[in-house]
């Protein structure tokens, strides 16, 4: 699976950003995707995600009431829409692929091997 993100950039503290990201497989709906973020300096980060049988979403506490993860699987795409964005939001962007198949629970620990494929990331900037 080859993924590509897009919709980085700088914006103020407070304002909105939307990330894609586009996958090439046939079989997208049979994907588990995910957001992860890493800081400059910090280890790299569970941000959101999304099953892929009933499109239930999962969040990160410190992104949870912010950031909504959803999926277009006829357009083969996630798209993380990101609000109320905070300086400490500011991190490389990376859209994640889990094509195993696998049942995440309510209470599901997303880590990274989770997933199989990754993009190349998308830089967001948040300035105060």
């Known amino acids: 699976v080859q993924l590509q993100a897009s919709g980085g950039g700088l914006v103020q503290a407070g304002g909105s950003l939307r990330l894609s990201c586009a996958a090439s497989?046939?079989?997208?709906?049979?994907?588990?995707m995910g957001w992860f973020r890493q800081a400059p300096g910090k280890e790299r980060e569970f941000v959101a995600a999304?099953?892929?049988?009933?499109?239930?979403?999962y969040y990160a506490n410190s992104v949870k009431g912010r950031f909504t993860i959803s999926r277009d699987n006829a357009r083969n795409t996630v798209t993380l829409q990101m609000n109320s964005l905070k300086p400490e939001d500011t991190a490389v962007y990376s859209c994640?692929?889990?094509?195993?198949?696998?049942?995440?629970?309510?209470?599901?620990?997303?880590?990274?091997?989770?997933?199989?494929?990754w993009g190349q990331g998308t830089l967001v900037t948040v300035s105060s």
């Open positions: 497989v046939r079989t997208f709906s049979s994907y588990g």
């Open positions: 994640a692929a889990d094509g195993t198949g696998r049942y995440y629970s309510d209470s599901y620990y997303f880590r990274e091997t989770d997933f199989t494929s």
């Open positions: 999304i099953s892929w049988r009933s499109s239930t979403t």
